[in-house]
């Protein structure tokens, strides 16, 4: 997990992630790719602004595989012979099928995946709430509740 958020980077840990990394440090992606020995093979952007697409992106081993799934928006300069050089493949997905769904599904039945944390606020709380997603402040989901106090 590339996490800039210290709380979250832990509460990754928690989640079961294998390894987290601050890609906010000095030449993150250089020492993951040296570390892993190339690069990942495939990296998954759940952000999509200018600065994790370029992490992700330079965080590639050659035939790597970008796959863009966050909106946040922006855009990226990217040097172009590195594309056939690396025989590197940049994507979006904004959904998946029928059948991914179903699967996904299944796994969450089968308890093989530890529940998302969800937190309830009262409706009234809104304010306080846009301003802690706003700040990245949030771990999980919220949900705003009318009637709860």
Same mark, same amino acid.
């Given at each position: ?14 989640? @079961? ?7 906010? /440090?000095?030449?993150? *992606?250089?020492? +993951? ?6 690069? =990942?093979?495939?990296?998954?952007? =759940?952000?999509?602004? /200018? /600065?994790?697409?370029?992490?992700? =992106? ?5 035939? @790597? ?8 928006? @922006? ?7 590195? =594309? ?12 998946? *099928? ?5 699967? +996904?599904?299944? +796994?969450?039945? *089968? ?11 009262? +409706? ?22 009318? @009637?709860?106090?």
């Amino acid at each position: 997990v590339a996490e800039t958020n210290e709380t979250k980077r832990n509460a990754a840990i928690k989640a @079961g992630a294998d390894a987290v990394i601050n890609p906010a /440090e000095k030449d993150a *992606s250089r020492n +993951l790719s040296k570390r892993l020995g190339g690069g =990942f093979p495939v990296v998954i952007d =759940f952000v999509g602004s /200018e /600065e994790t697409v370029k992490f992700g =992106f330079d965080s590639l081993r050659a035939s @790597g595989q970008l796959i863009i799934v966050g909106l946040y928006g @922006g855009s990226i300069k990217l040097s172009t012979p590195i =594309f056939p050089l690396k025989n590197i493949t940049v994507s979006g997905s904004y959904v998946g *099928s029928l059948s991914e769904m179903t699967e +996904l599904m299944a +796994l969450v039945k *089968s308890n093989s995946i530890m529940p998302m944390p969800i937190i309830e606020r009262p +409706l009234n709380y809104i304010n306080d709430a846009l301003a802690d997603l706003a700040r990245g402040d949030v771990i999980g989901r919220m949900v705003l509740k009318p @009637g709860m106090r």
